[in-house]
């Protein structure tokens, strides 16, 4: 994150050094101005940016050409900001409290938080192909070929660095390697009578095959063996492996390897190593794509995924996407099991266990028409729009009936588009318009553009340059700085209390729901029962031995999320989730705690009208003040993850000698045995809901001490340090140019958050 922080800010600086040097001649000095504005080694810790040759390449005619391109990223208000308190934080010595204060302050500003837009849909469906029409590269992602298909998650975001087309490929690390190959040779040693059917056993040999070939099946005593790795040395020596190419032709040829599983290897592939079983995600970063560069789209593979790392970091990128784009084909998406499978199995983990505020049902393929031979261009055309009209209704009657993703999402918060990839990139019957590919990118222009963190790095800009001017012009003695705090101080003391109130009542409604929950419990007992009465089935062997091999979870070949954990943590979860989604909703328009940390303020406004000659400082405690909550909006929606998802955790936990039994039995009779394993850890072990209330209700109590501490000490440091703490003078910067500069795009940014929002 540091790193890119560091790539990021040379390469705002280095735009705006190669702007200051496209100028005219008698400008020079102004350039040389600005390029002194780099930060130094001293300051990031990190490599010191060669400036004088980064602007000078940029002057090359292949930059130059480069920067003509469409697309190409002229500097943001952010970067016109962030170049400006770079200067102001050089300018600043640390000789006293206030200068060291201020240049903290300056360096926490830097965020590098990206919206997640997760891209779910089962295989063939069309996401490789929607994401390259979305980005305009054809050939981006791997799309089309029968037998392969996408087995990693994949990132595509910006390259907001360098004009070349990059894949950073994070692997497994060896260890976790070495565990999943011995335990495939203890599940294919076990199996060696079994019927090859096995979703299992299919995955193992998949793996093992895509890697070593045949040789596996020789003998497994050398698979960890160097040779097998010598592509890929980055793998041994637990480094991330960095592909740069100049085209996204190129690029894609050579990530393929990493990401795609080829079920059926063809003749050409013969002798062709596969890595995605090592591999654990890849970021692949595009070129002059203003559009993603706060924005990142990750196609995400279903999960069940035996190994533990690759489904943890699964289900972290899960939670942190802010909006879900399900894809499935336009011919059945209204009735498409797999689909709404998919959007039921992660509704709580993208809902109130995420921070997903927007599901979008993507039906893709809207082009395909059965029967379309003999129809004109034109009737073609109407029959297409008229299906996207029945699909739409279709889809949304679906999702009214399915309650259990209601729960956590709004109708406002679902919606659907019919969209065709295909004619998006070469029109035949479709306008642009028609493919709804248009409409994708306007929501995705739109999350990019309104990205909070510009907003709050320039509403603290305007605070700290607010601030250094209040103390340069203040003389001393003059302003009634005492009289000030006393007012600030009394008006914290209310405004905590009403916070501290607010989260306390909403720790006591959840006691209260999560008791009867417990009550519940039974309701939980019936789904198990449920589930383990299919043992009538003949495959449910199968199934329940993956189950209990895998914790609790398991996805059939068929698409069947099977999840024992929640499925027992329902009694606690469903008594809980309407509250909760109120609590914490995902839509922070509304603010969380009823709202009560949104109107958190000291008053400042009512006081500048009254102390005129400490308004600056006055403003910049309204600007600490925003930062302060968007700070504790940013902390509480990572703790309201991790409170939701410690219910189903707790019985995981609680649950997992009993799998590590059930994983024991085999011969006659294995299949009651196990079942009777199940049901007997459950009926004695009646004190997991118990436990899991309280574990739940711990970590709520512990993020009200985190509000309520971060609030009382960061105002309490800046109102002191404002209107307290005097800087020897001469050393703090004129910085009044600057101060107008900002002010207008903090105006702006106002105007711009009033827009969006009415
Ligand atoms: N006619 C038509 N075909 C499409 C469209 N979108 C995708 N396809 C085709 O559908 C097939 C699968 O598309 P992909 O984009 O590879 O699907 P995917 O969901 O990424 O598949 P995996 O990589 O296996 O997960 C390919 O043959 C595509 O050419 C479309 O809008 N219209």
């Not at 105002?715 to 209107?723: G, R």
């Amino acid at each position: 994150m540091g790193f890119l922080r560091v790539r990021s800010r040379v390469y705002n600086y280095v735009i705006l050094a190669s702007r200051a040097a496209n100028r005219c001649e008698e400008e020079h000095e102004e350039a040389a101005d600005v390029v002194q504005v780099l930060p130094s080694t001293s300051d990031t810790g990190k490599r010191k940016p060669d400036l004088e040759s980064d602007a000078s390449r940029l002057q090359s005619p292949a930059k130059r050409q480069r920067q003509s391109m469409p697309g190409f990223e002229e500097p943001t208000i952010l970067s016109n900001v962030k170049n400006i308190m770079a200067f102001v934080h050089s300018r600043l010595n640390e000789q006293d409290k206030l200068s060291a204060f201020l240049k903290k302050k300056i360096s926490d500003l830097e965020t590098n938080k990206r919206e997640l837009v997760g891209v779910f849909g089962k295989t063939g469906a069309g996401k490789s192909s929607l994401i390259n029409a979305i980005i305009k590269e054809k050939n981006l992602l791997p799309s089309g070929s029968v037998n392969a298909c996408t087995s990693v998650m994949i990132k595509v975001e910006a390259n907001t660095y360098s004009s070349k087309y990059e894949a950073e490929i994070e692997f497994i690390t060896k260890e976790e390697w070495n565990e999943e190959l011995w335990s495939f040779r203890q599940f294919l040693d076990n199996n060696k009578n079994q019927k090859k059917e096995d979703d299992d056993y299919h995955d193992a040999v998949e793996k093992l095959s895509a890697l070593y070939g045949d040789d596996w099946r020789k003998s497994f005593e050398n698979l960890m063996d160097r040779k097998y790795f010598k592509e890929i040395p980055e793998f041994l020596q637990s480094r991330r492996k960095i592909l740069t190419c100049e085209s996204a032709n190129e690029l894609s040829a050579e990530f393929v390897k990493y990401t795609r599983s080829d079920s059926k290897q063809e003749e050409s592939d013969e002798g062709k190593t596969w890595f995605w079983p090592l591999v654990k995600c890849v970021t692949v970063r595009v070129p002059n794509r203003p559009l993603l560069q706060h924005v990142t789209l990750v196609d995400l593979p279903g999960n069940g995924d035996c190994n533990k790392s690759r489904d943890q970091m699964w289900k972290g990128i899960v939670g942190d996407c802010s909006t879900v784009w399900i894809v499935t084909e336009i011919n059945r998406a209204a009735s498409d099991k797999e689909a709404w499978g998919i959007l039921e199995s992660v509704s709580s983990l993208i809902g109130n266990g995420g921070e997903c505020q927007q599901i979008h049902f993507i039906c893709t393929k809207s082009d395909l028409l059965d029967d379309s031979d003999d129809l004109s261009s034109a009737d073609i055309h109407d029959r297409i729009v008229k299906r996207n009209i029945q699909a739409n209704d279709g889809v949304r009657k679906e999702f009214n009936k399915r309650s259990k993703i209601k729960t956590h999402f709004t109708d406002d918060s679902f919606k659907v588009f019919t969209v065709s990839s295909k004619e998006f990139l070469k029109g035949k019957h479709l306008s642009p318009e028609d493919t709804e590919i248009p409409k994708l990118k306007g929501f995705l222009q739109e999350l990019n553009d309104c990205h909070s963190e510009t907003v709050n790095y320039v509403n603290g800009a305007y605070g700290i340059l607010s601030l250094i001017e209040g103390a340069r012009r203040r003389k001393e003695g003059v302003g009634k700085a005492d009289d000030v705090c006393k007012v600030l101080e009394k008006n914290m003391t209310e405004k905590l209390d009403q916070v501290k109130k607010a989260v306390e009542k909403a720790i006591k409604d959840f006691e209260q729901c999560l008791t009867e929950g417990v009550k519940n419990s039974k309701t939980s007992d019936e789904k198990l029962k449920s589930f383990l009465d299919r043992d009538k089935q003949p495959s449910f062997f199968k199934t329940l031995e993956a189950v209990v091999r895998k914790d609790g979870m398991h996805k059939t070949k068929k698409g069947e999320h099977i999840n024992l954990n929640t499925v027992l943590a329902s009694c606690l979860t469903d008594s809980i989730d309407e509250k909760f989604r109120k609590t914490f909703p995902n839509d922070v328009k509304g603010g969380y705690f009823d709202g009560v940390i949104s109107r958190f303020s000291l008053d400042t406004n009512s006081l500048i009208q009254k102390y005129q000659d400490v308004k600056l400082q006055l403003i910049f405690l309204q600007t600490e003040e925003d930062k302060i909550k968007a700070k504790l909006n940013k902390i509480i929606l990572k703790e309201k993850k991790i409170i939701y998802n410690s219910l189903t955790e707790a019985i995981e936990k609680n649950m997992k000698k009993c799998y590590e039994d059930a994983r024991k039995i085999s011969g006659n009779d294995a299949l009651k045995k196990m079942r009777k394993t199940i049901e007997t850890h459950v009926s004695l072990n009646r004190n997991m809901y118990e436990d899991a209330k309280e574990t739940m209700l711990e970590k709520m109590d512990e993020l009200m001490m985190i509000i309520c501490k971060e609030l009382k000490e960061t105002m309490d440091h800046s109102i002191k340090l404002s209107l307290k703490a005097s800087a020897l003078s001469e050393s703090l910067p004129d910085v009044s140019e600057h101060l107008e500069t900002v002010q207008q795009h903090y105006n702006e940014d106002l105007l711009h958050t009033v827009t969006a929002e009415t």
